[in-house]
């Protein structure tokens, strides 16, 4: 059977990094499992100047947007009570991720989907929006309340966002 292990942890890091084409995090947050506290993996993030943090043991809501994204895949109404086999079971999420993060619209980003605010085309896609909102008013006035706009990009994503004076901003370099 098929279980965790460090060197296919390490491996997906590093794709994961190379893949993203983009400069490597500050930190890298992960639970306690066997993979993640690996030697092997840690001194993959410690050669890459990266912070390791772990969830504290039995405290689920350290991982927010994992826990978050756990809920929605277990709530979708098609998940199974049980999958047949492993490849049953991968065959499964490698099809709902593939449509939550490349066809579904996230309301917390702006109606857009997370592959395209990744990708950077989510401010293209967003001016398009723009200006086919803009020509529906000019061309059917009487049809709005007030002139439409698309909904905004938010500056940052949050799970349980702190109030306001909790947050702390960044000084300008």
């Not at 943090?53 to 689920?60: A, I, L």
């Not at 994204?69 to 490698?94: E, I, Q």
């Not at 990708?119 to 049809?143: C, F, K, M, S, W």
């Amino acid at each position: 059977m098929p279980r965790e292990s460090a060197a296919p942890a390490r491996e997906f890091i590093q794709d994961a990094f190379r893949a993203n084409g983009r400069v490597v995090p500050d930190v890298v947050h992960a639970d306690r499992g066997t993979s993640m506290t690996s030697k092997p993996v840690a001194q993959l993030l410690a050669d890459l100047n990266i912070v390791r943090s772990h969830s504290r043991p039995r405290v689920s809501n350290d991982n927010p947007y994992s826990e978050a994204n756990f809920k929605t895949l277990k709530y979708c109404p098609v998940f199974p009570d049980r999958f047949g086999s492993l490849a049953d079971a991968r065959a499964f999420c490698r099809q709902f991720f593939t449509y939550y993060n490349t066809v579904h619209r996230h309301g917390g980003i702006g109606l857009h989907t997370p592959a395209s605010v990744h990708d950077g085309t989510a401010t293209t896609i967003q001016a398009r929006r723009g200006e086919v909102l803009a020509d529906a008013y000019a061309a059917n006035p009487h049809r709005f309340r007030r002139r439409p706009t698309p909904p905004q990009l938010p500056e940052a994503a949050w799970i349980n966002q702190p109030a306001k004076e909790e947050r702390q901003e960044e000084p300008a370099a």
